[in-house]
């Protein structure tokens, strides 16, 4: 089963711009990890921020959190045609097992 | 840098043929995944291992998947016979035990069913 739903499912947008893409899920969670896949690639952990956390930076990456709301956000700024990827949320939940629960993910295409 | 390894990266079965997917994980990491992706989708979980034991297994068709890790390292997902159905990217993930819960990915394999 699918917790976390990437609004949107697809996003294109001009090299050098700001690429927002957005999580919502439904459980309580420990962490919310967000990873990037190249076509035809395995997954690549970009960043992981708890639950007693709000915001987190990772170079040109910034993710947050709102528990109340149950949403992160990941937040690229100054887009590279590189980062042309479909970039997924994961949460892992408190009573899960060392298991994440994958949203459907964001295909972000970056034009150059 | 340590990488999760898989092997084949593609294979191409008929339909009723058996078929097997190997991976290493990353030296350590006690905790490893099986995935199935169907393409526009996220990962699916197919079976989770702890060392050499099963802690999940409960989304893995177990009618015509099989799925090892006999030593606690390496592992092997099999399906026989294969279906239609099956075609999509397996993935293989291997995590340490503590609290990141990071997961670590191979390439996968991309298996074709005819």
């Known amino acids: 089963s699918q917790q976390g739903e990437e609004d949107p499912q697809a996003l294109s947008i001009q090299e050098g711009e700001n690429a927002t893409m957005n999580c919502s899920y439904k459980t309580s969670i420990n962490n919310l990890q967000w990873y990037r896949q190249n076509s035809g690639r395995g997954l690549v952990h970009l960043i992981l921020?708890?639950?007693n956390e709000r915001e987190k930076h990772s170079g040109r990456l910034r993710v947050t959190l709102d528990t109340s709301k149950k949403s992160s956000s990941l937040l690229i700024t100054a887009s590279r045609a590189a980062d042309t990827a479909s970039y997924f949320c994961?949460?892992?939940?408190?009573?899960?097992?060392?298991?994440?629960?994958w949203g459907a993910g964001t295909k972000l295409i970056i034009k150059p | 840098e340590a990488e999760v390894a898989q092997s084949p990266r593609y294979k191409i079965t008929e339909k009723s043929q058996a078929v097997a997917f190997w991976c290493d994980p990353i030296?350590?990491?006690?905790?490893l995944y099986w995935y199935r992706q169907i393409l526009g989708q996220g990962p699916e979980l197919l079976v989770q291992f702890q060392d050499e034991s099963v802690v999940d297994d409960s989304q893995l068709p177990k009618d015509r998947f099989s799925a090892e890790r006999l030593k606690g390292v390496d592992s092997t997902l099999k399906i026989q016979p294969a279906e239609l159905g099956d075609s999509a990217m397996y993935l293989c993930?291997?995590?340490?035990?503590?609290?990141?819960?990071?997961?670590?990915f191979g390439p996968g394999t991309r298996l074709t069913v005819t």
């Open positions: 030296s350590g990491h006690a905790t």
């Open positions: 921020i708890r639950s």
């Open positions: 994961a949460t892992d939940a408190s009573d899960s097992n060392y298991q994440l629960i």
């Open positions: 993930a291997s995590s340490q035990a503590g609290n990141s819960r990071e997961q670590y």
